[in-house]
């Protein structure tokens, strides 16, 4: 067995405190880094499933909770399968795309939401969001000449006081530094780096996370992941079978208490959260058909696992969702029934 050193990482930060917003707002920046999209809060996934493939115009979603009707809401999309339009009970979102990208929606509720995209290719450049007219937020983002991000900003709060930038530095295409500031002030600080010896954290304001695999004879490898921050150690261990794909992940506490197993499959994940005296504290399970499409999820928390909470999700013959239900301790909560028009 071989052990090949990946790579060390050091996330040195001042004291400035990091509250809520900051933290969504450092995972919304990463997550434009790596998507190069800003798709966070479209969350219509169960909606447009099998739409693009069967000329779908519109799906009516009826909604019960505990047996009584809820409110419904109907959505409808373009001939090539993008959302065009979401009406519901009290307003109604409208879409504009071009060239597959969405670059306006308009909501006719209350505030009269106005979101504006642009675009340099395919990758999101800006987004504007108005609030009967008023500037509420906005999002810009600039490329190199590889296309990797090296500046994404955030402005948002009255008047947009509050400017978040992250910057990203590269060397030999792999991101090399990252700095996170808000309002010119830095929250946190990445240096990528890759020492034989490791890093050491030895007070609050550094985080250190080292990176290394061990290959097997056959090709299968474990990835391991070591976490030092705020003097806590947590490592991160990722099985992987000689395709690469991964069939176990575990995390541990100081090295040796196991705190999470996950075990996965071509058709099920499943996880379990351990106290450090080894008692189950949380178990989570999800199931897909062939198609990889999400079946069923089964929760339950360290309150009682005899709480179980289950989601189900049938589908139509040609892949559209047919019903998706709610339960918790067996009985039925919620259930919505999809209802599909398609163009002549």
């Known amino acids: 067995m071989k052990t090949i050193l990946f790579l060390a990482i050091a996330f040195p930060f001042t004291a400035l405190a990091q509250n809520s917003a900051s933290n969504y707002i450092q995972f919304y920046l990463n997550r434009v880094k ?35 009707p809820k409110s419904n809401y109907q959505v409808l999309f373009t001939q090539t399968g993008e959302v065009s339009a979401i009406h519901r009970k009290n307003d109604s979102t409208f879409y504009t795309y ?30 504007e969001s108005f609030a009967k007219d008023k500037l509420l937020n906005r999002l810009v983002v600039n490329y190199n000449d590889a296309d990797d991000v090296v500046l994404s900003m955030f402005q948002t709060g009255r008047n947009l006081k509050n400017t978040y930038v992250m910057r990203y530095t590269y060397t030999d295409d792999k991101i090399s530094t990252q700095q996170f500031y808000k309002n010119n002030k830095i929250i946190k600080k990445w240096d990528f780096k890759c020492k034989p010896e490791g890093l050491e954290a030895s007070s609050k304001e550094l985080t250190n996370v080292c990176k290394y695999a061990e290959e097997s004879n056959d ?35 100081n090295d040796s208490i196991l705190i999470m197993q996950t075990e996965i499959s071509e058709t099920e994940r499943h996880q379990t959260n351990f106290t ?54 067996g009985k039925m909560n919620s259930k919505y029934t999809y209802v599909y028009s398609k163009y002549l």
């Open 219 to 253: 090709g299968s490898y474990i990835e391991y992941v070591r976490r030092v921050e705020d003097k806590k150690v947590r490592l991160f261990k990722y099985y992987y079978r000689a395709d690469s794909t991964n069939y176990r992940s575990e995390i541990y506490k």
């Open 98 to 127: 071009d060239n597959g990208n969405l670059i306006e929606s308009v909501s006719t509720g209350k505030k009269g939401i106005r979101v504006e995209y642009g675009y340099n290719g395919n990758n999101i450049e800006f987004k």
């Open 34 to 68: 790596y998507s190069k999209k800003d798709d966070v809060g479209f969350r219509y996934s169960y909606d447009t499933i099998g739409v693009k493939n069967n000329n779908i115009q519109k799906v009516d979603v009826k909604r019960s909770y505990r047996g009584k």
């Open 276 to 329: 450090d005296k080894g008692k189950v504290s949380m178990i989570y399970i999800a199931k897909f058909d062939q198609n990889h499409r999400p079946i069923e999820t089964v929760y339950a928390n360290k309150g009682n696992l005899n709480k179980v909470s289950v989601t189900t999700t049938s589908y139509n013959n040609d892949g559209t969702v047919r019903e998706k239900q709610y339960s918790y301790r």
